[in-house]
DNA sequence: TCTTTTTCTGACCATATGGTCAAGACTATG
DNA sequence: CATAGTCTTGACCATATGGTCAGAAAAAGA
């Protein structure tokens, strides 16, 4: 038998319940806030004793700091989809539809998100100010060309990046009150389709882009 | 001299340190969370010892409950310079006006209510249910009224309104992130202005409102 | 089977926090 | 000036919480 075998499957067993830690303790973050969870109630979300849960994360901040990379990577690999090699209506209209899908299956990741920046990002300053900071200027540069070329209005890309994520996490952090609106009924598959479509639609006649 | 003078002047006085009290926990709250603030850091802010704090408010949830209910205040105001009687260029392009205008004066306010709405909104669920359910059905028949006046174009009015929330409000509670990636500097006077005429160049292009 | 390493957990502790209280200070009024 | 009502505040308390730890249990390895 390869002598990794069982080394391996031990991480993995590791690795499962770290996860398992991991997405309770995202739930109750986002539910509660950094300061009103308690390692108690990510305990119980777990289903384990809170010293257990102290045993894979020794303290409420590294748990915490480990919910909000895990948001940054859905965040970058959402990212990825806007493609500046096809137009302004493929790139931007894929980005739309990644994000409005993160916001209908992660929407506990995008409050904890939310609720960091709101916060003054002390966890993940430093990923703003290089990774956020880089992409966005690069997705500045690519708008800016698509501008140039003709193909969509001459608009602020900046803004137009702010718009989208605006626009798209609002489905999530204020899901609550969108479902109030909504007969007090979580958003149906049509009815997300719905909103995606029109977002798509307002933000890309809005600036100039034809489908 | 008026009987009613000096009681009054007392009242003044009294109402006064509430409202200091007030600001002084919109911005703990705003900063901290709920849980993360505590009536110690509000009463620092307010620059008073912590018994006076409660001597005015008796519970934190009671002075959480007057902050946000004051911020509600705030978003009905600006839900006035909706008017239906003008068309969709000055109606819209005024309410989102006045709520550029909020997030730039009162970003403290914007996050409280912001993470109020993302626990669920449990003490504002009320004002969801009968304020906002009527007003936002008022001004979707508003906006249906424009649309079938052939005005703007048959977007859904609900996920127009979404979209006005979620961008406008994003520079209050994202500003943190918005001055990261300014350079690290707040916005400036202009570029103040030049995000309110990109959102609403956007939007009301969006929608088919030509200015 | 015996030993070693890893995982699990109840009991415990130090600290921080919301809230109380009683006594003192101040203010208006008769 | 005296009295009554309002305001102020340091000291205090009960509770909840993050985190520790010793030892049990389980798993891996020899």
Known sequence: ?????????????????EVAILQAAEKVF????????????IA????????????????KEELYRQVVSNIFDVWLQAAGSFEESDG?????????DAKMEIS???????????????HGAPIIQDYLETTLVEWTNSRIQAIDAWIA?????PISPRHLLYMIWATT????????????????????????NAAK???????????????
């Open 1 to 17: 038998m390869n002598p990794d075998t069982v080394p391996a499957r031990k991480q993995n067993k590791r690795r499962e319940k």
């Open 44 to 59: 119980d979300a777990a289903q384990l004793p809170k010293a257990n849960v102290h045993y894979y994360f020794s303290t």
């Open 30 to 41: 986002a539910e509660e806030g950094f300061g009103g969870a308690t390692m108690q109630l």
């Open 104 to 118: 209908r299956t992660r929407p506990a990741g995008s409050k904890v998100w939310a609720s960091e920046v709101m």
């Open 197 to 211: 479509e029109s977002v798509k639609k307002i933000i890309l006649k809005g600036i100039g882009v034809s489908p």
């Open 169 to 192: 996490q609002h489905y999530a952090d204020f899901g609550h009150q969108i479902q109030t609106l909504n007969r007090n009924t979580p958003l149906s598959e049509s009815e997300w």
């Open 88 to 96: 302004p209506a493929e790139g931007i209209g894929a980005y739309i």
């Open 149 to 153: 070329a003709g193909l969509m209005d």
